[in-house]
Every structure is written in structure tokens, then in C-alpha cells.
């Protein structure tokens, strides 16, 4: 059944990419929203709003002249506020909810995102059950073809959620607890499972459904949350006190949508499988309409380090932050303010800024909130004060460790007869390229199984599937005052596709990013590398060609998406060229290890060689002297064992010292292809 | 059967003797190995006595166990499996028909016994050389290429046939013409002119040159293949004919007069049986644009292979007679080459009524 999940999450990938394509979410940032949504672009600093359109354009010359429309005053009828559910309604696709079927992905993202974070922040190894009802299904005994309405549940067994909390978290758009504070987490903003709960309030208008316990003895609420879109606030349309509830603690969250399943599953299955991928510590049971129910085991039962809390590094501050801070802060002077709101800030060194920002020491932090050309002055003075790194044990990585038993868990529950050979690449871009390509299912041929050669190291055995796989975890660095780390695994060999390009898997804070490849910053560095120096083809300007999985993962207090969708990663030239570092030093890894494989292989030919030319010279010798070719390959054979390989090795490297001189060739430059 | 022919039974011993040692060695656990007379340049010696080259006594041993030279064994083999089958019934083949019969895939792997006849060929001398043996012994012979023409009567496996009678095509010389296949019946020639090429030669018998001059015309098709040079041995020694050699004036030309002459590299150890050293160049000399007023348009141009050949003959033994230096030496400096048919250029039939009679005249040749 394992074998069913692998199969389906490649599927028919080619025939639902068309239709997303046309309705991606545009990357480009929406202009002149009321309230910020706070995502990590908002770092950048913020483009000039653009002027709003002259009322009336530049007369033309021989134009009348235009007659008034509306005055000021008729138009200050209709100005009035628009909540950020208004909004949301409007612009689903910021969040993810272009079309059914990448909001049935959203949707469940959203829900486990959540799960995830709430079982690591409360120190409990997550267990997360997710399941996709199909209601037409249900109704008729007719997989829905197409949009319909599915119940998507997510359960975990995580801390729970207090009562009283519950109805802001599902009923009102930001709200949550991870937006005040800079630590690495899937969540950000608070309102991800909100705006999953109004997507599905909006499609089907059936509220969400919670149900939590916070702890044994304790009793289990369920809830029915409605949002009023006009004011962002919650409405409750069912409070019940469960008698019974299995799991001691979590929560369990039911979402009525319109989906589509038949075209968002493949989304699903790769989220689920990569998920299950970057979190070796959780196990996720997965739950789908007329198919059995799956389960990626954990692969470790030790829980990811605690990611630490940290403040912001003085560095990485843009004006319009620094002043909400200094609004915000409690302290009596600049110095004080610098030193407890930031990371980093001694008294000696806010002493430093002050002065680099010639300002007086006793300015208060309102009068910063409130003056510009002041916040200014002390923006330009942190820039001219040079300030210690900021502390980058807050960071949580996979672990080399970890990272290596997750590639091959995943690759035990996805593998079977190998992957399908039509384009691995959940890329949409590429998709539409690729469309109407045939299906070439080319595989990596066999490698002859060499029975003296013991294993070597790296090497995993997967349904018997042979793997090479290799882990990097750079140390932490920083970009713009965020630290932030690198990681990079790759699994070499087994039934990947050898004439294809590698699979590339991103991730950001162990999220899975499945849409956008081609504008993401990690895909950059990738398509960057050399991996010819590692043996892998790479045509100019692509990823490299061959059997060959290969998983980027950047932990980040805040991790720079190029839009507010989170589905890639920002270009900044620190995070590429970690990205980069990692990749080549796995590469070379993998260079030593393709080295040695062809060796064996090499190896492994020559003894089978030997044993066929036997069989020629047998017959031949044995026609010349009219005697029976069997005894004389029997001797040929009893002399081959007793020839030792040092001999034939010795006789190698004279082959090939002789070959060296013959053919020097200069190694391949860059340029040349 | 043909087993009964002494020679034939001679060749197939030979291939025994071979196959046992290889068995011998096996069983006492050695490493089989061919013993093989070296074929290059290195073992070849210029003698100056005879006036051939001959090869030398350095030998090299083929081993099975050895990741080069296995496959080279086996196909050694493979090719003394079937000459002994064609010698044991009494058949010959061309050794582009041999690579056909030794040739299949080995096991179920896409590799080939061999995998164009140019491996084959070179096991085929090699097998020559290690059971000194002449290819004929074998039952091969080369793609036949070379006619004849001239006042010359013979008989060919029991057909007598009249050389003067040849129309345009002449007669093609078969590969193999030991006595027991060739006959000389009766002649009038007084010498014979061994020409490069078709072309030319066709020139020359369409001219009746060999009427006029009673001269036995023939050519090898660029170098002369084995039969050729056979034949032409076998004129001058058995009819005490001299030969002369009309080539290209380029480095090639040269060396196949020197060939002709005194056995190439490659066969040197059949250079008694086919090399002719009285044999005279009579052209191209790289003197003759002079005399000859050949325009400098018929020139080629040599190229930088062209040159480095002409060096490398250079100091090769058995051109280090003076007249010699100075063709070659002459041809570097001026850098150019001539083809035969840039005597053309003084008129079509300039070469067989003005060129060679001149230069026979004048006994302009160097020998
Ligand atoms: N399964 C859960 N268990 C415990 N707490 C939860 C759970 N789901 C949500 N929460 C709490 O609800 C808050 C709001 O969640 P929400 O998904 O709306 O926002 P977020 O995760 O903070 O940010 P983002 O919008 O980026 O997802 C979270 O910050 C968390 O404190
Ligand atoms: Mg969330």
C-alpha cells in the first residue's frame, strides 16, 4: 500500500499541471492593502506606493473638456474600512487559495503546519493523523470527478488549545502566537488556519469544526466557528463539552471545502511524503477517500532541538519596523530600548549607536515612534556601528543524522518498483514544456551486484534498491541580521531515472515547497553548481542529469519568501552561497562514491570478461587439438582464480599510465558544453 | 582431402604445435601466452648484404591473464580455429571473408570476437609471423587489386591465357602466384614497368606502350598487394627482367617504390620472397619539374603529415644512398608534390611517348 502512495504522488502529474499554471498565484505583491500582511518581504524594503491614477487624464488637445463625475464628498460616502477578511475574500490566492485544488493542499499545509509546531514548542513527538473525506463519495459511491465538497481533517496530539483561545485562532485572521517574536517556525502570521476556515466557510459555508483537550483529566471541547468577515471576528455556533475524546491531549481540526481531489491529490501526496521526509521525529498517518490508509512511521524518536527564541538583530531592521518598536517598547530612553529590544546591544554598544546617530541619550522611544527624520538618524547610526553577530544557537536544523533517516524512510515508503519515469518535478513552469512529451521511462541500469566488495559507507539498501545517500549541515550564518542554516542531502542511485533531471526537493523551516521552483533562490544555487566536477551531467543553466534525489532545506528565524504564497525562497547572495557550499561538499561525496562504484563495476566486468573469453579460446582450442572444450575451460578457470588481482590491477595501472600519456586532454572549462 | 598435400599438412601441425603449448601451460598453472615476432620498426633491420629488410629476433608474448592482451589471445584462436579448417578441406578465402567467419558476439554480452576487419587483419600476420607460415599456407588471401598486360603468355590454374590479348581491362593478378598456380609460358618482354596507378596504367595500355617498347605493364593499385609483388619477383628472377617503378613524386610514392624494393615494415619477414632490390625508380623524380618543365600550377602543396613522412624516410636505412637524400631533401625544401598525371600538362600521351622513353633513353633512373 506504501507502494500505491509513491506511485499515485507521480501520477498524472503532467495532465493537472495546464490547469494550475493559468492560476498561480502572482508573485508580485499587492499594493495599497489596509492591513499588512506581515509575511517575510516585508524586510525588503517596501516599494514606493505607487501615485494613485490622476482623476483625469491630460487633456488631449482637441478633447472637450470632461465633465465632473463626483465630488469629494460623494465620494466620502462610500470610503470606509475593509477588514482584512474582506480582503482575504477577495484575494484568496495570496494565501494559497487560487483553485480547489491547490486549497485542498493549503488547506491541509495550513492545518499540520500547525500541528507541527504546537507538538515542538510543547516538547511532544508529534503523531498526525490527516484524512481527506470525499462527500460525493460518500453520497453516491462515486469518486467526485472534478470540484466537489471534502471534509479535510487534521488531529494531532500535540499541547491542545485553552477554551477561551480557541475562538480567536479559528475565527479571526491574524491572530496567533508566533507573529511578535523571531524564532524558527513553520507558522509566521497568524493567519493561516483562519483563512483556511473562511476559505471553507466561503465555499460550502459550513464552519470549522475543533475539537482539543489540553490534557489528561481534563475535558475535551468541541466547537463550531463561523467568522464575520465584516468585523474579523469569530462567532461560535456550537460549545460542547465532549465526554468522550481518546487522545489525553491534542487537537483535532475538520474543514468542509470544495476541493478537487482528482487533480489537487498529487499536491497532497508529495506534501505529505516530503513533510514525513523533513521531519524524521513525527509520524503522519494519512487517511484518503477509497484508497488504504498510509503511514510514514517515525524514523527517530529523539525530538528536533528547541528552537530558540531570539530578539531582532539591530542590523536587520528597516525604519518602519524600528519605529512600531520603539512605539512599542517600554523603556525610558533610546539606549535602554536598543538594549532590550534587540539582540546583541550592550550598554557599551548602544552607547556607540547613539553617538554615531548624534542623537542626545535622553530622547525618549515615542518621540522615535513619532519622527521620522529621528527614527532616521537612528537607523543610519546602527548601520555605522559595527555589532556582533547575532546568536545563531536559536537555529533548529535536520541534523546530518536525521536528514539521512529521513531520505531513507522516505525512500522505503515511496519506492517500490521506482519512481514513474514522466518528470518528477512538481514544476509548473515545466510542465507546460514538457507537455505532450512522451513518456520515456528510461531507467538507471543495474549495477552489477559485486558479492566481495562489503558495503560501503553511505550505501543503503532499500527494497532492494541500492542508494548512495550523503548529508551536509553547514554551520549557521547570517543574512540581513537573520541567522539563518543550510542543509543539503542527496540519494544517488536505486531507481531514479538516469537520463533525467535530479529531483529537487526544497524546504524551508521543514516545510515542504512544492510550487515555484524556478524562481526560488534555492533552485538558483543548485542550477549554479558545477556538478560535472561530481560526475552528474548538467546541461548550461539547469539541474543536473541523473539518478539522483536532492533535498535543500534552509532553517531560518525568518526565512525570505519572494512573495507572500511562501513557496520560494528570496535571492540573497549569503543564502545562495551556502546553498552552494553544502552542494558542492555532498557533491564531492557523491563524486568519491561514483568513483568507487565504477571501479567495482569495472572490476566486476574484467572477472566476467575474463570468463567469456575462456569460453571462446576453450572451444577454439579444443576444435584445433579435436578434444573436448570442458576440461580445457576447467584449467583455464583453475588458473583464472589463482591469477591474483594485484596482478591485474598492477597491469591496470600500467594501462593506464600509458593512456595518460597519450591523451592529455585539458579538463573541461566552464564554456565549453 | 587436402590433408594429403604435404604443405598443407605441415600448416596444420603448425597449429596444433601452437594450441598444445598454450594446453601445456595451462595445466601446469602458468599464464598461456603466443609467442609473436615483433612487426614494427624497431625490429626490423635493413640487411645490407641482400639488400632487404628484415625483421629482427625480437619476439613478444601475448598472455591470456592480461587485461590488454586477452582479447588479442583469443581472437588468435579464433582465426587458427579456421584456417585449419579451410586448409584441412582444401579451401582458400579472402581475409575479409575470414573476420566474417571468425566474427560473432561473445556470450550474451553486445561485445563482438571482432568488431571490424581491421582487428582482424593484424592477427592474421600475427599468426603468419608466430607459425612462420606464408599467408597462402593458410588458405587467405587479400582483396585482390593489380593487372597486367604485355607481351607475355602464361598459365593461370591450367587456363593458358595471352597477355596481349587483354583488351582495355588486362589481366588481374590473382593473390596468390607460387608456381603451382602460375606459370610463365613464353615471352618477348625485355622488362617490365610496375606504375602506381589504375589511371596511369590505363594510359599506358591504351598508348599499346607495352607493344612498342615490349614492355610487361602492371600495377598494384597504390601499394602493390602481395600477389603483385610476388609476380613481379618472380618475372625478374625467373625471366631476369628489370623492373622499373613509376610513382608519384610524394612521400607515399617513394615508399612504395622502397617497398617494392625491399619489403615493407609490416611484411618484413616475407621480404625475401617478394622484395626485388635490384627494382629502379624511374619517376617521379623531384628533379623532373626541372627538366621536364612542369608548371608550378600542377604542384600540390605538401601538408604537415606529408613533411613529417618525408623526414622519417629520411632516416630510414635504406634510403641513405646519396641520390636518395637528395630527392627527399629536394622535396621538403620545395615544399610541393606531383602527381603522375601532372605530366598530363605537356599533353595526354606525353608520359608514355616523351616522359619514360626519355628517361629509359638517358638511363635517367636511380637504382
Ligand atoms: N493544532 C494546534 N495546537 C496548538 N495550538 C495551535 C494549533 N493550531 C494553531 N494553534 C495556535 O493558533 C495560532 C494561530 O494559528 P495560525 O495558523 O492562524 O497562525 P500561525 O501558525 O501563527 O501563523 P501562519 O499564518 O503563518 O500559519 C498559532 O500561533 C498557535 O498558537
Ligand atoms: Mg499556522
Known sequence: MAAKAGKAARSDRASGQLELVSVEAPSARPVGRKAPVRRAVTREPEPALPLPEPPEPAPEPEARKPKRRSTAEEMATRQREISISEFFTKNRHLLGFDNPSKALLTTIKEAVDNSLDACEEAGILPEITIEVRDLGFEGSGELTKGEGRFVVAVEDNGPGIVKAQAPKIFGKLLYGSKFHRLKQSRGQQGIGISAAAMYGQLTTGQPIRVVSRTGKGKPAHSFDIQIDTRKNSPVVTRDETLEEWAPEHGTRVDLEIVANWQAGQKFVNRYVEHTALANPHCTVHYVRPKQERLSFPRATSELPKEALEIRPHPHGVELGALMTMAGDSKSRDVRGFLQSSFSRVSSQVSGEIVKNAGMKERVRPREI???????????????????????????SPIGDALMRQGLVSFLSVIETDGPEGEDGQLDLDQAVKRKGKGKGKAKAPEPTPDPAAEAEEGVEKIKGHEYFIATVTRPPRVYRGNPFQVEVGLAHGGSWPADKPVELFRFANRVPLLFQRSACGITEAVVKTDWRNYLLSQPKGSLPVGPMALLVHIASVWVPFTSESKEAVAHYPEIIREIQLAAQECGRKLAAHIRKRQHADYQAQRRSIFELYIEEVALAIGRIVERSPDPIRREFMKVAEKVTEADLESQDAKLEEAAEKTSKRPRRSEEDE | MARRDPVAKRTVAKIEKLAESVL????????????????????????????????????????????????????????????????????????????????????DTKQNTFEEQDESDPIIEDLEVALDTLREELHLFASRKGTMVGPITIRDSGDTIDLRRMGSGGWGVPSIVEENVIQFVRHEAKYVLLVEKDAVWSRFNEDKFWKRQNAIIIHGGGQPPRGVRRLVQRLHRELSLPVYVLVDNDPWGFYIYSVVKQGSINLAFESMRMAVPDARFIGLSSFDKMTYKLPSNVAIRMDDGDVARARQMLAYPWFQAKQWQAEIQEMVRSGVKYELEALSRRGISFITEEYLPTKLREKDWIA
Open chain 2, 24 to 107: 601445456r601451460s595451462v595445466k601446469g598453472g602458468g599464464n598461456p601466452f603466443v609467442e609473436i615476432p615483433v612487426r614494427s620498426l624497431a625490429n626490423v633491420r635493413f640487411n645490407e648484404k641482400k639488400r632487404v629488410v628484415e625483421l629482427g629476433g625480437q619476439r613478444q608474448k601475448r598472455y591470456f591473464f592480461n587485461v590488454s592482451m586477452a582479447k588479442k589471445f583469443m581472437q588468435t584462436f579464433l582465426v587458427s580455429d579456421a584456417c585449419k579448417e579451410l586448409v584441412e578441406s582444401g579451401k582458400t578465402t579472402s581475409i575479409r571473408d575470414l573476420y566474417y567467419i571468425t566474427k560473432h558476439s561473445i556470450g
Open chain 1, 369 to 395: 515612534a513619532a519622527d521620522r527624520d529621528l527614527a532616521e538618524k537612528l537607523h543610519k547610526g546602527i548601520q555605522a556601528t559595527r555589532i556582533m553577530a547575532p546568536p545563531t544557537n536559536c537555529l
